[in-house]
């Protein structure tokens, strides 16, 4: 079968670093994207890996291990506006797979 | 800016009412994708479309159907709305086929279907 496990909720300080975890199975691998979604809001792309190792964008970093069937999505400095779910996806044989999603509570 | 907008934010049927959502991209995008996103679930794929006329199912393709007569334009039908599919459809475009390519997602529609 395939399937992709993330935290269900995480929650952080401002200013501090966080790390969420996802490992997958599925059949086909094809790269691996991350997605933050606010509430109530449309998911928006912040990461795409398809070579192991890690990929920096300012304050977001995503690692990829094929091997290992595993990424993590590192914040850093985080912000109140960060408090959000982040959805874990992986480009399988012919489409798109999501995890159910971490949710990222930052508190002062 | 890749826009993609979905025809209601929020909408309340009654059971064995027919549905329409309504997906518009306006960038040109040949795919267009239809999920609905429950809590613990994540998002399941519904229907896809590569092209204009053409779709395919996706993971969970029962009780819905789609349209695409336009390539901007990517429609999903509820023929007889059911409580189980109470949810948050979100529709989404990508540029190509090729495997890397971004998916863009709408606002989403949250229906409730009574």
């Not at chain 1, 086909?28 to 991350?34: D, K, P, S």
């Not at chain 2, 009780?63 to 459809?89: C, D, H, P």
């Amino acid at each position: 079968g395939q399937n992709i496990d993330q935290p269900t909720e995480m929650t952080a300080t401002e200013g501090a670093i966080v790390q969420i975890n996802c490992t997958y199975q599925t059949s086909g691998f094809n790269g691996l994207f991350w997605y933050q979604q606010h509430a109530g809001e449309a998911p928006t792309f912040l990461s795409y890996n398809v070579l192991d190792g890690l990929e920096e964008k300012g304050r977001f970093s995503s690692f990829l291990s094929r091997s290992k069937g595993y990424s993590y999505l590192l914040l850093k400095e985080l912000q109140m506006k960060d408090s959000a779910s982040y959805l874990c996806a992986v480009w399988g044989y012919n489409k798109l797979i999501f995890g159910a999603g971490t949710r990222l509570a930052v508190h002062p | 800016d890749v826009k993609v907008t979905q025809s209601s934010r929020y909408l309340v049927k009654r059971t064995g009412e027919k549905v329409f959502l309504e997906c518009v991209q306006d960038m040109d995008h040949e795919n267009m994708f239809w999920y609905r996103q429950d809590p613990g679930l994540g998002l399941r794929l519904i229907y896809f479309s590569y092209d204009v006329k053409m779709k395919e199912k996706g993971d969970i393709p029962e009780g819905y159907s789609v349209s695409r007569e336009k390539k901007e334009r990517f429609s999903l039908i509820l023929e007889s709305a059911s409580t189980n599919q109470t949810s948050m459809y979100l529709c989404a475009s990508s540029f190509s086929w090729r495997l890397n390519e971004t998916q863009y997602f709408g606002p989403g529609t949250r229906l409730l279907v009574l």
